[in-house]
């Protein structure tokens, strides 16, 4: 019974873990950490502790990877970069609930991209899924700068507002990115193990981001050992053990069960944000939310769309 349901807490822990990334994130920004400093440092300091493990039991491994295989991981790394600079970048302007529903529609976009570019014909659910999660963000979207009163949609032009929705698209561009890393991993990851891939992906997205910021950002200077704290969490609480958890438990339970418990991600970021920040969000916001992740269930539940499914995990 226990190794039963083993797999299941796993996956619990994991997703509880990955929910920490953006309260972390938004912590170290309270303590004055720019953006891609917290992007940089996340995966930085998640290559440093994978480093002893993966040299020693992998050493060998690395001196026969496939040029071809590297330049993926690089892309992979590139696309990762762009994830966590955009991503973490969307909570200095718009709310850890908005930002982390819109991030998490990534199985959305892998779905998509694969139909466009594997020529998969589409299912009803997908489609359903689809479009109610893209109304569900046309509804976030408003709610930044609309409320309903007197029975009406009321909007106002305020900076809050659109500083809001430059929030959410740097979100969904970090979803974009994210769509691309994963589509890249489920192609490497068929002939290359889960350990090295991860380190040679997180070693190169760490070195771009520190490259820009040596280059173009003024440096990595972390602005307290407060901001130190909550990067080192950062890396090894939603990067380290959530991602692994999740990635193990894909060995274990179907990428269906495993995509509609990452739906609980964003609910436990939600949670966490209104706690600790205060973030409440409206109804408004609330309701697009729930077609946003309505949107990713019917996606996920789309099993006639095998290589989407594959693509997923």
Request: glycine residues 10%; charged residues 10%; aromatic residues 12%.
């Amino acid at each position: 019974m226990l190794n039963r349901t083993r797999p299941h807490w796993i996956l619990f822990f994991g997703v509880l873990c990955a929910s920490s990334g953006a309260i972390f994130a938004k912590l170290a920004q309270n303590e004055g950490t720019s953006s891609l400093i917290v992007a940089a440092y996340r995966l930085l300091f998640s290559v440093i502790i994978l480093a002893p493990i993966l040299l020693i039991k992998y050493r060998g491994y690395f001196y026969k990877i496939a040029l071809f295989d590297v330049g993926m991981c690089f892309l992979g790394g590139l696309f990762l970069a762009i994830h966590f600079a955009t991503w973490i970048s969307s909570l200095e302007y718009t709310s850890i609930a908005s930002s982390v529903v819109i991030v998490t529609t990534n199985p959305i976009w892998v779905a998509l991209f694969t139909i466009i570019f594997q020529r998969v014909r589409p299912g009803r659910l997908l489609v359903i899924g689809l479009i109610i999660a893209l109304t569900g963000g046309v509804v976030v979207g408003i709610s930044e700068g609309c409320d309903f009163s007197k029975g009406m949609l009321v909007c106002s032009e305020q900076v809050e507002a659109s500083h809001a929705t430059l929030g959410n698209i740097l979100a969904l561009i970090g979803a974009w990115m994210a769509a691309g890393y994963l589509l890249i991993g489920k192609k490497v990851r068929q002939r290359m193990p889960l350990p090295p891939y991860i380190f040679l992906v997180y070693g190169f997205a760490a070195i771009i981001l520190v490259f820009y910021q040596l280059v173009f950002g003024g440096g990595l200077i972390i602005s307290s050992g407060q901001a130190l704290l909550w990067l080192i969490c950062l890396a090894v609480f939603p990067q380290l053990l959530g991602h692994t958890s999740l990635n193990w438990a894909l060995k274990k339970l179907s990428a269906t069960y495993v995509s509609i418990a990452l739906l609980a991600e964003p609910i436990g970021s939600t949670i966490m944000g209104v706690v600790l920040f205060n973030e409440i969000p409206s109804w408004i916001k609330v309701f697009g939310a729930i077609l946003i992740l309505g949107g990713i269930l019917l996606v996920s539940l789309d099993e006639n769309e095998k290589k989407i499914q594959a693509a997923i995990s």
